[in-house]
């Protein structure tokens, strides 16, 4: 027969009603007897009637996390941040990838919300619009958007300017002035703001700002490095540096045309990337690059959706957070 919680109760010497509270985390319960009240159910492997209590808290116990492409090395990160909290999860964890589907993560999010089949949502995009944000704002369930910052809304992002002033700097104290700046126009990447650390750094040190070295590519692959390493190439200078906002495979993608063109990398180009994915460290010669605090963001994001969903937090809530930058062999 199944474990109730009459039993637990009757072993642990308190009520029904105390097992319940523990069981569902409500307050004014002393520590001491809710490690006790769940280690018997543990022990008695009790394991609650999500439906029942579904229906009796208005919960699901589910928190659902969206993201626009589960292959993404950035969203793995994070998904290892969400599993490596410290906190005890008493919530399932639902991944949902909207890459292939025609639903947009704001469309799957209202629909999952309207059904009551998530109490919280973590987004984790950079690439979501502002009109799609405001779905997330509307709907009665509470969300997180993990890389965009977003004024209205919970969220967890880095400052990306920062980190683009340090990088450009590093460039500009290795004596380095024709710094070339590689963008990504995709939608809805926090570019702007990587531009701006970048002009900031140029300005800083008196260096003037070039649009003419700014290069702008449709994506972020490695053949969009190759490709647009061929413009710079044939450009009206030709720079030492490259500071690649555009992110870690696009500067791989330049290092490796670069290498075919017989340039070496960083005795005539130095190549600086965003991102710090785990590919950075192994290319040959090894990138240096911005690191995104992924694990971090992850582990805030869980933590503040569980707070609100439980009615710790109140108001919208925003994390920045630091870059870091990693030097290795490309500059």
């Excluded at 523990?22 to 008695?44: F, G, M, Q, W």
């Excluded at 292939?100 to 984790?124: M, P, V």
């Amino acid at each position: 027969m199944p474990v109730t919680l009459k039993d637990i109760a009757r072993r642990a010497g308190v009520t029904s009603a105390t097992v319940s509270m523990v069981i569902n985390n409500k307050p004014n319960i002393s520590e001491a007897t809710r490690k006790k009240v769940l280690k018997i159910a543990h022990d008695l492997n009790y394991y609650p009637n999500s439906i029942a209590r579904g229906l009796a808290t208005s919960r699901s116990g589910a928190i659902g996390v969206i993201v626009p492409n589960l292959a993404s090395s950035f969203v793995v990160r994070v998904l290892q941040g969400i599993k490596s909290t410290n906190r005890d999860l008493n919530y399932m964890m639902l991944l949902f990838d909207t890459l292939g589907k025609k639903e947009s993560e704001a469309q799957l999010f209202q629909r999952l919300s309207r059904e009551r089949r998530i109490d919280g949502a973590i987004l984790i995009s950079s690439t979501v619009t502002d009109a799609e944000l405001a779905v997330f704002g509307k709907e009665m369930v509470p969300s997180i958007v993990v890389a965009r910052k977003c004024p209205a809304l919970n969220c967890v992002y880095v400052n990306n300017e920062a980190g683009a002033t340090d990088a450009t700097e590093y460039l500009i104290g290795k004596g380095h002035r024709a710094i070339a700046c590689v963008a990504s126009v995709k939608r809805g990447l926090p570019i702007g703001e990587r531009i701006a650390g970048y002009r900031r750094a140029l300005a800083r040190k008196g260096i003037p700002f070039r649009e003419d070295l700014v290069f702008r590519t449709t994506d972020d692959g490695l053949a969009d490095g190759a490709s647009v390493f061929q413009r710079i190439l044939h450009g009206p200078v030709m720079p030492t540096a490259v500071f690649v906002p555009a992110g870690d495979i696009v500067a791989i993608g330049i290092m490796k045309e670069a290498r075919k063109k017989g340039i070496g990398i960083p005795s005539q180009l130095a190549v600086v990337g965003f991102d710090d994915i785990p590919a950075a460290e192994m290319v040959e010669p090894s990138l240096t690059t911005v690191r995104q605090p992924k694990l971090e963001m992850g582990d805030y994001a869980i933590n503040m959706i569980i707070d609100k969903i439980e009615g710790r937090a109140a108001g919208f809530r925003q994390q920045e957070l630091p870059t870091k930058f990693i030097v290795r062999e490309s500059a």
